[in-house]
């Protein structure tokens, strides 16, 4: 699995054991103020980071890595920005508005990133292989 695949996924799980302790959390106290907060780092953090994962490890040599990148760096910093911000709006607290701001613009840019990535990857040409139709495994040439 490529390294991008692969701090995609790692970082998706940190998100979901953060949003399952967090559901454990609420449901113990049985206090559900947060679970819009629970929504947004299983969603914005578990789930769309394992897709973004997922598509790296099945596009492999045709993904543009660079941009791949780029775009873990910005979702991960608009996810902490953002959900940090929407946890002191949800106690009642006034959100610091540059960073909850800054934090949605760099999801939101992540994802037109991403896109752009799936684009260009379905561009390029499939690496040298032998023998390998559209429904049949890769093979590398030798």
Known sequence: MPRIS??????????ALAGMSLGMFMGATQDF????LHAHIN????????LMGAFYGVAGDRAPVRLGWTVFVMANLGN???LSMLAQILQGKPPILPILMGG???VVLAMALF??????AGRRPRAAVEGAGENQPLRRAA
């Open 6 to 15: 692969t701090a995609f996924f790692a970082t998706a799980v940190l998100y």
């Open 33 to 36: 103020t947060m679970r819009p």
């Open 43 to 50: 969603l914005l953090g578990w789930a769309t980071l394992a």
């Open 80 to 82: 902490l920005m953002l």
């Open 104 to 106: 949605e613009v760099l």
């Open 115 to 120: 896109g752009v990535g799936v684009l260009l």
